[in-house]
């Protein structure tokens, strides 16, 4: 397993792509059967620890000319990345079984300065023993002891309806939408900063049009989960560039073209706020840059329901 991360002396300039985020790994069940499955969870599990070990030894033994608040922004992004981990596991076991690299993401809410992480990539790697079958059904394999305890986050389902600011060269346009999202919010959260996930996201908005441009049938969904750290004292949560991001179509026009249809996918093109509460949800700002464009996406606050409340 390698695991590569590195110091950032200044800050970075916003990301405008997701290309950081891997697409291409569709979550993995919870129970893979198999011991191939069951080593990649070791793999994993390894991972995490060596995350752990890695925020002690921030403290214990830190790079030259890194005091205390590089240290602790080095912490910061360290547990971010351990609780992203947890919260992403099964994902993270599909990794490990295609081959394909996990990345970690800039952790959101930790100043960049001298200590803070960027976005991390974990490579790992299991090899079986020779004479294990990697497909082998018995007790030992099927059955893994190597997932991490992770307390069930609070699901929850909301509907919400919000409005979304178009910029573009013809000047600008208001519109509404309508439309649910399914989120995670890590429960308990009562120390400091926790984690929370937007799992689904689906949206409707009306039309508009300003000078000769025009849009209609606008939908998006979204692209990858969103996952973020909010302050328990506020609720409020953030999710960082580019890792919040939409799958849309659009029907529109312009001066020179007819109607067409327009599929693109982009990424938010600065921090993501959101009001992500016990009961409630709410976009407070997500900035958007498509093309020449410039969106802006808020929603109300919406009263949810809890989707694995007993």
Not at 23 to 52: F, N, S, Y
Not at 165 to 187: C, K, M, P, Y
Not at 191 to 205: K, N, R, T, Y
Not at 271 to 299: G, K, P
Request: proline share 6%; charged share 20%.
């Amino acid at each position: 397993m390698l695991v590569r991360f590195r110091f950032r002396p200044n800050p970075l300039k916003p990301i405008q792509t997701p290309e950081h985020v891997v697409k291409a790994m569709p979550p993995c069940p919870r129970h893979v059967w198999g011991c191939g499955a069951d080593c990649a969870r070791a793999a994993c599990k390894q991972a995490i620890t060596t995350l752990e070990q890695a925020y002690d030894d921030a403290a214990s033994d830190p790079p030259p000319l890194c005091g205390a608040g590089c240290i602790g922004r080095t912490q910061d992004s360290l547990q971010t990345w351990i609780d992203y981990l947890e919260v992403n596991f099964d994902t993270c076991v599909e990794a490990s079984l295609s081959g394909q690299p996990f990345v970690l993401p800039t952790p959101p809410m930790v100043e960049a300065q001298s200590g803070a992480l960027t976005c991390g990539r974990l490579t790992l790697d299991c090899t079986l023993d020779e004479e294990t079958d990697p497909y082998d059904l018995e007790q030992t394999c099927s059955t893994s002891l190597n997932e991490p305890l992770v307390p069930s986050p609070l699901i929850l389902g909301c509907d919400i309806d919000g409005d979304i600011e178009i910029d573009g060269l013809a000047g600008n346009d208001f519109t509404t939408f309508e439309g649910t999202v399914v989120l995670s919010r890590q429960s308990p959260c009562t120390s400091g900063s926790c984690w929370f996930s937007i799992d689904s996201l689906e949206i409707e908005a009306d039309s508009f049009s300003d000078s000769g441009y025009v849009g209609r049938g606008m939908e998006a969904s979204l692209a990858h989960h969103g996952f973020g750290q909010l302050d328990s004292s506020t609720d409020e949560g953030e999710i960082a560039v580019a890792m919040f991001g939409l799958d849309v179509t659009l029907d529109g026009e312009t001066p020179t073209q007819s109607s067409q249809i327009y599929s693109f996918e982009m990424g938010n093109s600065d921090s993501a706020i959101f009001e992500v509460s016990s009961s409630q949800f709410e976009i407070v700002d997500a900035y958007f840059e498509w093309d020449d464009y410039d969106l802006t996406i808020t929603s109300d606050l919406a009263t949810c329901t809890c989707l694995n409340c007993s």
